[in-house]
């Protein structure tokens, strides 16, 4: 989910595509010139993801920067992106969205729905959070 700051001034979450790449501080996506998260970021730059996988969390923020990278386009681009942008990389309505990460929590609640029970009930039995998984924030990431 990527959520930016809405006109209305309360939080716009939406769910995105993460474009696969090696990571290297940074997050890319494409998104609409007519979307309108493009005046959001415009108005407050500062966004957020959350991605969750199989028992994992990441939230991740950051201030986003709307690129204009045809060559780099052409580096993320997948073919089932056309569902979004019918004329593929030549679309004029096709934009990247870069996320140089500043900031990142983790959380990790290893196993399945029984082994995730467990862990609630034994931290509540015993007062013991760190049952229920691994928790971890990371305060800057941004190269400098």
């Keep these: 989910m990527l959520t930016t700051t809405g006109s209305d001034g309360f939080p716009h979450s939406r ?3 993460l474009l696969e790449m090696e990571f290297d501080g940074d997050l890319w996506f494409f998104i609409s ?7 959001e970021i415009r108005q407050d730059d500062r966004i957020s993801i959350n991605v969750q996988e199989e028992g994992k969390y ?10 204009e990278d045809r060559d780099h386009a052409k580096k993320l681009w997948n073919p ?8 593929g990389l030549d679309d004029p309505d096709l934009l990247l969205l870069k ?5 990142a929590e983790y959380w990790d609640s290893p196993g399945g729905a029984v082994t995730k029970l467990i862990g609630f009930v034994e931290a509540y039995v015993t007062g013991d959070p760190t049952k229920m998984g691994e928790h971890g924030k990371i305060a800057t990431c941004v190269k400098r």
Excluded at 33 to 39: G, I, N, Q, T, Y
Excluded at 99 to 103: D, F, G, S, T, Y
């Design 99 to 103: 996320l140089p990460i500043e900031k």
């Design 33 to 39: 010139r007519a979307s309108v998260k493009v005046p």
């Design 58 to 67: 990441v939230s991740a923020s950051g201030r986003a920067r709307l690129v």
């Design 80 to 87: 089932m992106y056309k569902a979004y942008f019918p004329q």
């Design 15 to 17: 769910p995105m595509t």
